[in-house]
């Protein structure tokens, strides 16, 4: 009780100047970026909201008299068991001119028989299997060679899909003959399994629903999502399709938008795709994912910093975002924190309560935006009860598996020696700097 | 005392006091003489003229004359048909070995019991069959043969039966073999037969999964590790030269396991250009012309066969007379039936009672008595025949009885009410069961009786 009275005693004799001053890294950087500027972007995408259900429908009525096929790809290694109920979720969607193409690389499980099966009995139309692994860009370079649509999904085999998925992700190519990706909007299926996969699901609203919405209205959208990302097949030939992962994801998208084209995120379009359960699955991942950012954007696409030929703002600007949020701010954290140390060190019994408190104000503002924005606000309520624990999560859980991924990749490549891809490809992508 | 008796080409050789139809055209073979003669020699390398005669003797109804030894004279080159199905290969001098091995058959062949009636044609050739293995004391050893159906001919059993039927022999071996009469020795091959006409000959392909088409063309993938490439063989193929180039990257492929490899194939029909992995293999059957995936051949496996103990004892002591007669027997009496012909009845009366309900009842009698173990099957028979008969004679004449085994009977009784069928019910358990005290020694019998109304549109529990 005593420290309470004394910490907003404390407070009240800082005064706002020098709180300023204190948490000038969260004021300028995290506020500003994720709360003001997010709010005041959402604003504006709001305010056009009826000229774009306009605009969508008569997309969707272009989509409908065209009526194009569209490919389904889903490369996967052990995914037999997923694949039965992904063929059953495409079943069910409003859009029924697809081909299904399933990529098998280098299974050692029962995938290849219960492929087989599925081909056999006409739900799926071509099944390849490699029976020497050959990583995910080759498997889904391979679905893309046998692939006759206009178009291109690629999906994971673990996820599942709104009815409405696969039509509403096309859509946007017709909105704009410009667009040569599309990114659909992924959110966590199994977040009520454990505290682990709940906190992603807030993550996953934060970042993909909402960010995404954002990003890609400013025009710095990055990354479409292996898991749901539709392509132009001709975008997709042009660019010489896939390179050599980790990161594939976010490789391609950077591809697309060297070559002129544009890319779009798509919220209505939705996919729930199963997340890791426990802590130690989720920090091997997030290694993974946060060393392509040194790879792909730092060594392979540097020369978005530089001007040629397809040169574009957005481009730019998305990078030096990305590389900004992720890559440098995460050193400025550090020298955040030895800045209060030195210069606070006696308050800061003071400071870390405040910080707190201020991230979890933050916190809610941001949940406000995603349950206004969310078309299914009603399951996510419960949610609220874990923003208090998300300032952990992504303070402290996420940035240290960022700051670890960085130093190892920057300084010894790691990504090169990934078991994610066989050893082959690694050393070839290696030696030509990919 | 050796003399020769020639006519024509036919001539009868006369033998210690045996005498041999000697046989070397075929426009000479006289088959009303077989009758008396003890054994037949041939002397051609026709193999028709040796199938002409196996088929005129073999599926003769006299087991005198199907069981008669036949020899052949030895040829270079004789077909492997020839000499699996006679009794001997020979030399024109050899008499006595031919006269040894045909006591030894005849003297085996008097051992038999003749029978002449089977319950089925089936069991006909199974019986006909055992008496065959039984006189040449030699296991059933089936033998490779392009011309049979099945591509295997089993030495008498084949010619028993039609080519169409071939199939049957398998059957009617099976169903030795479950009875006990017949035992499986080694195993020789696996044969797969076509499902619509059994036979064993066709032509196995590999099929388009879309289109059944047989124009396919397979090619390996080839996936070109730097820039990720994956594709057929095709897209890395040049116009002029040999050269492997990545249509990605534009790279020269150059040494297998380091900047490429080939991790699987891919398969294109030419007929519907769809692409897959798996072809489906089917067969086209040649005698049928019957088109489909091999999965639907039926496997089956070719045996060595011997006669068991029980298979001697049956052969040589014939069929109890029950299970060849009660067919006939069970008919004698009006009103019991074969099981069958009971519910193709019972069917009929279900429909009748959608226009008269209520009044027509079908019952189940249990005979239960553990005595009735401890009797012979030949005397479980005839108490059942008994059984039936008694039950039938307390019913009406339109009424209907048939029996199961010797511990259960149905019986439908139409134009009833329930008081009725209760009485009846008691006058049946009673009757019975005194039946059975009288028949079985120590009998502890308890008889049984459960009904149920028979109606339109709803199974009977049987
Ligand atoms: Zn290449
Ligand atoms: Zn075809
Ligand atoms: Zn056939």
């Not at chain 2, 003489?33 to 041939?42: H, L, N, P, S, T």
């Not at chain 2, 033998?143 to 084949?158: E, G, I, K, M, Q």
Request: hydrophobic share 40%.
């Amino acid at each position: 009780m005593d420290f309470i009275i004394e910490f907003f005693k404390y407070w009240n004799y800082v005064g706002l100047g020098k709180m300023i001053r204190i948490f000038w890294y969260f004021i300028f950087f995290e506020f500003g970026r994720y709360v003001v500027l997010e709010f005041w972007v959402l604003f504006v995408y709001w305010l056009g909201r009826k000229r774009r259900a306009k605009e969508w429908e008569a997309a969707r009525q272009a989509l409908y008299n065209e009526m194009p096929l569209i490919s389904l790809i889903a490369p996967g290694k052990n995914e037999g068991k997923n694949i039965f109920k992904l063929v059953k979720s495409l079943n069910e969607q409003t859009y029924q001119n697809v081909e299904v193409i399933i990529v098998d690389d280098g299974s050692d499980d029962e995938t290849p028989i219960i492929g087989r099966n599925l081909e056999k009995n006409g739900l799926i139309d071509i099944f390849i299997r490699n029976d020497m692994r050959g990583g995910k860009a080759s498997a889904a370079n391979l679905a893309w060679r046998y692939s006759r649509g206009k178009f291109l999904l690629h999906l994971d085999a673990d996820c599942s899909f709104d009815r409405t998925a696969v039509e509403n992700i096309i859509i946007p190519f017709y909105l704009d003959p410009e667009i040569g990706g599309v990114g659909g909007n992924v959110k966590v299926r199994n977040g009520d399994v454990s505290l682990c996969a709940r906190l992603q699901s807030i993550e996953y609203l934060k970042s993909i629903s909402v960010g995404r919405i954002v990003t890609s209205y400013l025009g710095i959208y990055r990354i479409i999502s292996g898991a749901f990302g539709a392509f132009r097949m001709d975008a997709l030939k042009k660019i010489g399709v896939w390179d050599i992962g980790p990161g594939l994801d976010g490789d391609i998208t950077v591809k697309l938008r060297k070559s002129g084209y544009k890319i779009h995120f798509e919220p209505t379009a939705i996919c729930l795709t199963a997340v890791p359960t426990k802590f130690s699955k989720l920090w091997k991942q997030r290694l993974r994912w946060s060393r392509s950012l040194v790879r792909f954007r730092l060594r392979k696409h540097l020369d978005v910093f530089l001007p040629h030929r397809n040169w574009r703002w957005g481009t730019f600007l998305g990078f030096v975002e990305n590389v900004f949020y992720n890559f440098v701010l995460d050193i400025k954290w550090y020298i955040y924190i030895a800045d209060m140390i030195i210069n606070f060190s006696s308050w800061i019994w003071f400071l870390i309560p405040m910080n707190l408190a201020l991230y979890m104000i933050a916190g809610f503002m941001q949940q406000l935006s995603l349950s206004l924005w969310s078309e299914r606000s009603e399951d996510e309520r419960v949610l609220w009860w874990y923003v208090p624990l998300m300032v952990f999560y992504v303070a402290f859980f996420l940035r240290f598996c960022r700051t670890l991924a960085y130093i190892k990749e920057f300084f010894w490549k790691a990504s090169y020696r990934d078991p994610w891809n066989p050893q082959k490809s690694s050393y070839q992508a290696l030696k030509n700097g990919y | 005392m050796l003399a020769i008796n020639k006519i024509n080409k036919q001539a009868l050789i006369e033998y210690e006091d045996f005498l041999f139809m000697y046989v070397e055209e075929e426009e000479a073979f006289d088959s009303e003489k077989i009758f008396y003669v003890d054994a037949i020699i041939i002397n051609s390398s026709s193999t028709r003229l040796f199938e002409k005669v196996l088929k005129v003797t073999r599926t003769h109804y006299d087991a005198e004359i199907y069981l008669k030894p036949i020899f052949c004279v030895q040829y270079e080159g004789l077909p492997l048909q020839v000499i699996e199905r006679c009794d001997g290969l020979t030399d024109v001098t050899q008499y006595q070995k031919i006269a040894r091995t045909t006591r030894e058959i005849k003297n085996n062949v008097q051992k038999l019991f003749l029978q002449q009636k089977f319950p089925s044609n089936e069991f006909g050739v199974l019986y006909k069959t055992m008496q065959y293995l039984y006189t040449r004391n030699h296991d059933l050893v089936p033998f490779v043969n392009r011309h049979a159906r099945l591509s295997y001919t089993y030495p008498f059993v084949s010619l028993q039966l039609e080519d169409e039927e071939q199939k049957k022999i398998l059957d009617i071996l099976k169903k030795g073999i479950q009875d006990g009469f017949l035992r499986e020795e080694q195993m020789l091959d696996k044969i797969h037969i076509c499902d619509a006409c059994y036979s064993a000959h066709h032509n196995i392909r590999e099929t388009c999964l879309h289109c059944n088409g047989i124009d396919l063309k397979v090619q390996d993938l080839i996936h070109h590790f730097q820039c990720a490439y994956i594709g057929p063989e095709t897209d890395f193929m040049q116009e002029y030269t040999d050269d492997l180039i990545c249509p990605k990257c534009q790279k020269i492929l150059r040494h297998i396991g380091v900047d490429y490899d080939k991790p699987s194939h891919i398969f294109n029909c030419n007929t519907c250009s769809e692409h897959f992995q798996n072809p489906v293999f089917t067969y086209n059957c040649v005698d049928c012309g019957k088109i489909s995936d091999i999965r639907h051949l039926q496997e089956h496996l070719i045996k060595r066969i011997s006669l068991t103990a029980k298979g001697k004892q049956l052969v040589l002591s014939g069929l109890p007379r029950k299970t060849y007669e009660s067919d006939s027997k069970a008919k004698e009496v009006t009103g019991v039936y074969e099981l069958d012909v009971f519910k193709n009845i019972l069917e009929q009366e279900k429909a009748r009672t959608a226009f008269n309900p209520g009044r027509t009842f079908f019952g189940k009698v249990a005979v239960v008595d553990e005595k009735l173990n401890g009797i012979s099957w030949k005397e479980k028979m005839i108490l059942r025949d008994e059984l039936a008969r008694e039950l039938k004679s307390y019913l009406k004449e339109y009424d209907m009885v048939t029996a199961v085994s010797a511990g259960e009977f149905y019986f439908l009784k139409l134009e009833c009410t329930p008081e009725k069928l209760e009485e009846l019910g008691e006058l049946i358990v009673f009757n019975l069961e005194a039946l059975v005290r009288s028949n079985v020694k120590d009998s502890q019998v308890v008889v049984s009786v459960n009904t149920q109304p028979v109606l339109h549109n709803q199974t009977v529990v049987m």
